[in-house]
């Protein structure tokens, strides 16, 4: 063989490939940056929007040709300012506007600038803003998920189970909200900044269960813990923003692990620990450290802290737990909580010890109709010796169920304890 002929072959990753993901990395730093800046010298969230996402579009089609630049940021930046400033040329904005943007980015030669004070305080106005109590809950996640993540309006519609023109109608409808109502584009401080903080982890924190539950799209729970590790890095000192943080990358260290070979869900205790993500787990570790005050968040990533940290479902520490459930039913009374309260004492002091307590939490009628009361009761009857009641309750339970996961999963311990 000649040595030509033993030399390996060399493949050529195309230039287009090569753009397309310097493309990528970069708008998921670069475009919440554009959009926080050009939303605050305009005023105007779409113009900011289309500006920022005009300029991906340019960098797909040019960087294949001219290579990609040093400063991709600084580049998009310039793109994106320029554009605004042609737009607002056309529309006779006043001469202030224009000469505030012409100096909202450097050249492309000059290094992109340092995040510094005005850039943090850009990308935390648009957070709370976009998470204004003054909208719905629903058009808070949309709003967040398609300006400071720069998620397609498609996807964001198939998360919230919507058509795109749909979601394109409710997204206009919240920009307009947020300009009528003149929603300052601003954090708040002291009291106020008190008062809204908690709406803008809820957002956070609802954004990564519509990715964690069985039949969601992991991508929004990477969403969701990106922001929050975003938000934690610009609020530092915040107790519930770190535990929020922390509560979140413990749920996600079990994302790989919560599915056997087949695609069934496992329930924690059959979970392989060894495919946890202990990276995540360390994360989340060295954020609840900085936690310093009790909190609802605190509490519940002390809860999950100790799963995480447990190296068998037999070595959990239950009574911990049940420790944290009794402080959290104090502090957000509500019947999930007050169930969750009977399952962690359960298993703590033994199964009648959470019986008594999941007759008091559906004392309410609170949890009338939530599928997941009998799963709890049929567990607990199950560790009762009761298998027939149980299974029985665990088919009730996967009756009611709206996700086709959690459904097999049910009859699966039905049929276990049925056949046993």
């Not at 920022?52 to 990609?68: I, N």
Request: aromatic share 4%; net charge neutral.
């Amino acid at each position: 063989m000649s040595t030509s002929q033993s030399r390996p072959v060399r493949t050529q990753v195309p230039a287009g490939a090569v753009a397309a993901e310097a493309v990528a990395a970069a708008s998921v730093e670069a475009y919440p940056r554009i959009v926080a800046t050009l939303i605050r010298v305009t005023g105007d969230w779409s113009l900011a929007e289309d500006c920022a996402q005009e300029s991906l579009t340019v960098a797909l089609e040019r960087w294949p040709a001219d290579g990609v630049p040093a400063n991709p940021g600084g580049w998009l930046m310039t793109v994106a300012r320029n554009r605004a400033i042609d737009v607002l040329r056309r529309a006779t904005v006043e001469r202030r506007k224009l000469h505030d943007l012409a100096l909202l980015a450097p050249d492309d030669a000059q290094p992109e600038p340092e995040v510094g004070q005005d850039m943090v305080d850009d990308r935390l106005r648009l957070i709370f803003t976009c998470c204004h109590p003054a909208l719905a809950i629903e058009a808070r996640v949309a709003l967040t998920l398609r300006t400071v993540c720069g998620v397609p309006t498609a996807d964001i519609a198939r998360l919230l189970l919507v058509s795109e023109s749909t979601m394109t109608r409710r997204l206009t409808r919240a920009r307009t909200r947020i300009a009528e109502a003149g929603i300052p584009y601003r954090v708040p401080s002291g009291s106020p900044l008190t008062e809204r903080l908690p709406g803008v982890l809820a957002v956070l924190y609802l954004l990564f269960t519509r990715g964690y539950v069985a039949d969601g799209e992991p991508a929004f729970a990477d969403e969701a813990v990106r922001l929050a590790r975003l938000l934690d890095r610009l609020m530092p000192g915040q107790s519930e923003v770190a535990a929020l943080l922390a509560l979140l990358l413990f749920q996600h260290s079990r994302r790989d692990a919560r599915r056997d070979a087949a695609g069934n869900l496992l329930t924690l205790e059959r979970q392989d620990r060894d495919r946890w993500d202990r990276t995540a787990v360390a994360e989340g570790l060295t954020a609840l450290d900085r936690v310093r005050h009790d909190g609802p968040y605190a509490w519940q990533a002390r809860i999950a802290a100790c799963h995480a940290t447990a190296a068998s479902a037999d070595d959990t520490d239950w009574p911990t737990i049940a420790h944290a459930y009794d402080a959290l039913l104090g502090i957000r009374p509500s019947p999930v909580v007050a169930l969750n309260r009977a399952v962690a004492h359960g298993y703590a002091y033994g199964p009648a010890a959470g019986l008594d307590l999941l007759d008091a939490a559906r004392a309410g009628g609170g949890l009338d109709g939530y599928p997941l009361t009998a799963a709890v009761e049929a567990d607990l009857v199950a560790r009762q010796g009761d298998r027939l009641r149980a299974a029985i309750l665990f088919r009730r339970a996967a009756a009611t169920v709206g996700s086709a996961a959690e459904r097999r999963a049910l009859l699966k311990r039905a049929d276990d304890l049925a056949d046993s």
